[in-house]
């Protein structure tokens, strides 16, 4: 039984951190209501569009709460350049919406997609 335990506890630690390193992927997708990034921004498209500049100052808070939320869970499965690239494109977007800059938000957007695509590769 000791002989058990002693291989048994580190393949199964090694497995668990082998996981999480690898499943960025899989981590960075909703798990709830309240972290629905990549919908947010095709919302965030649509609302810019159509120059509805209330929706998108509040789709982009909303997007700046569940960025949070993905980043805690893809810490150590993502790189940290995309991690803090993705982060600055919601800055830029917020900056964009107060001046209603709809070409520079449709950039940034297209710009997150090329982003997430990417994250966790």
Known sequence: M???????IPILTLAIFIVIMTGGFWLKQPFGEQDRVFESFQKLED???????????EEVDYTAKA????????????EREYMLDIA???AKIEGSIRIQDKEA??????YFYSLWENLGR
């Open 2 to 8: 000791n002989r058990f335990f002693l291989y048994a």
């Open 105 to 110: 938000i449709i950039q940034e957007i297209y």
């Open 88 to 90: 600055g494109v919601i």
């Open 67 to 78: 960025w949070k939320k993905v980043v805690n869970r893809i810490q150590f499965s993502a």
């Open 47 to 57: 609302y810019t569009k159509g120059e509805e500049w209330e929706k998108a100052q």
